[in-house]
């Protein structure tokens, strides 16, 4: 029964790649037939996204809430970080244009569905820790933190790859169409500023939480070293922006850099214990 619902995931991975096909086939035949650029996704396109997005979300709900069990692992936790953040990309294109972004993010969705097929081995949730209010404020603010975070990731690589095309004076098809980088990095800033409060809250929680459960408020482990690291990555980076004006390179190396620690907090870390020592 486990592994039917883990195949679950295998179907949207295969929406996520007919979608992204989709989408390269029919901009690429327009502009060919037109000469001219196609942006902004049309309204029934955006319908596609969300059964896709729909799709991915039975799955996950299937696989984490698997009997009278809550079940989690380093493929779920990443497979719904993807989730989440394809979730935020959708509401963002209703306002700006990404078209770009597309690119990295249908991928992402395949990699996230794909990785919970091959590596299914999950652990449950302690009833204590699924039963307690504090604890699931602190998972849910955690996730979508990381959720935001990892979106504001994928535009900082997309602003880079940007920036370094402009140098060159030549923009590929993909990314002709995105608006100014000004623009860009005021959306980036913007969802830094969300994933911060986000994570302070995660933070918080857990800080309350271990204090009721454990009569002390920080466990010194590799979730709340690495949360940790990364807020004040973000924090430090977020006082830059309002107080130097950081902006450019400075602004997207601090970005990725409070990504990568933040991954390593949960879905890394899980990755060394379940695959690499098999505990």
Same mark, same amino acid.
């Given at each position: @029964?486990?592994?039917?619902?883990?195949?679950?995931?295998?179907?949207?991975?295969?929406?996520?790649?007919?979608?992204?096909?989709?989408?390269?086939?029919?901009?690429?035949?327009?502009?060919?037939?037109?000469?001219?650029?196609?942006?902004?996704?049309?309204?029934?396109?955006?319908?596609?996204?969300?059964?896709?997005? /729909?799709?991915?979300?039975?799955?996950?709900?299937?696989?984490?809430?698997?009997?009278?069990?809550?079940?989690?692992?380093?493929?779920?936790?990443?497979?719904?970080?993807?989730?989440?953040?394809?979730?935020?990309?959708?509401?963002?294109?209703?306002?700006?244009?990404?078209?770009?972004?597309?690119?990295?993010?249908?991928?992402?969705?395949?990699?996230?569905?794909?990785?919970?097929?091959?590596?299914?081995?999950?652990?449950?949730?302690?009833?204590?820790?699924?039963?307690?209010?504090?604890?699931?404020?602190?998972?849910?603010?955690? @996730?979508?933190?990381?959720?935001?975070?990892?979106?504001?990731?994928?535009?900082? @690589?997309?602003?880079?790859?940007?920036?370094?095309?402009?140098?060159?004076?030549?923009?590929?098809?993909?990314?002709?169409?995105?608006?100014?980088?000004?623009? @860009?990095?005021? /959306?980036?800033?913007?969802?830094?500023?969300?994933?911060?409060?986000?994570?302070?809250?995660?933070?918080?929680?857990?800080?309350?939480?271990?204090?009721?459960?454990?009569?002390?408020?920080?466990?010194?482990?590799?979730?709340?070293?690495?949360?940790?690291?990364?807020? /004040?990555?973000?924090?430090?980076? /977020?006082?830059?922006?309002?107080?130097?004006?950081?902006?450019?390179?400075?602004?997207?190396?601090?970005?990725?850099?409070?990504?990568?620690?933040?991954?390593?907090?949960?879905?890394?870390?899980?990755?060394?214990?379940?695959?690499?020592?098999?505990?």
């Amino acid at each position: @029964m486990w592994s039917i619902l883990l195949h679950l995931h295998l179907i949207p991975a295969a929406l996520y790649v007919c979608l992204g096909l989709y989408f390269w086939r029919t901009r690429s035949a327009r502009c060919a037939a037109s000469g001219k650029l196609i942006s902004d996704m049309a309204r029934f396109e955006r319908v596609l996204l969300v059964i896709t997005l /729909l799709s991915h979300g039975f799955a996950l709900q299937a696989a984490i809430f698997s009997g009278s069990e809550m079940r989690f692992g380093f493929s779920i936790a990443f497979s719904l970080i993807v989730w989440l953040a394809i979730c935020f990309y959708w509401m963002e294109t209703l306002y700006n244009r990404l078209d770009g972004l597309r690119a990295i993010v249908l991928p992402a969705g395949v990699l996230a569905c794909v990785l919970v097929a091959l590596f299914p081995d999950t652990h449950p949730l302690p009833h204590e820790n699924v039963a307690s209010p504090i604890f699931r404020l602190h998972l849910i603010s955690f @996730m979508l933190a990381c959720g935001l975070v990892t979106l504001a990731a994928l535009h900082a @690589m997309l602003m880079a790859i940007a920036t370094k095309q402009l140098q060159h004076g030549r923009f590929t098809r993909a990314l002709a169409n995105l608006p100014p980088l000004l623009t @860009m990095e005021a /959306l980036l800033f913007r969802l830094i500023g969300v994933a911060f409060a986000l994570l302070t809250l995660a933070l918080l929680a857990g800080i309350m939480y271990t204090e009721t459960r454990f009569d002390k408020a920080f466990r010194f482990d590799h979730k709340s070293v690495f949360a940790t690291i990364s807020w /004040l990555l973000f924090g430090i980076l /977020l006082i830059g922006r309002h107080f130097r004006g950081w902006r450019g390179r400075v602004a997207l190396r601090w970005t990725l850099a409070g990504f990568v620690t933040l991954m390593l907090a949960y879905v890394g870390s899980r990755f060394v214990i379940e695959v690499l020592l098999h505990r």
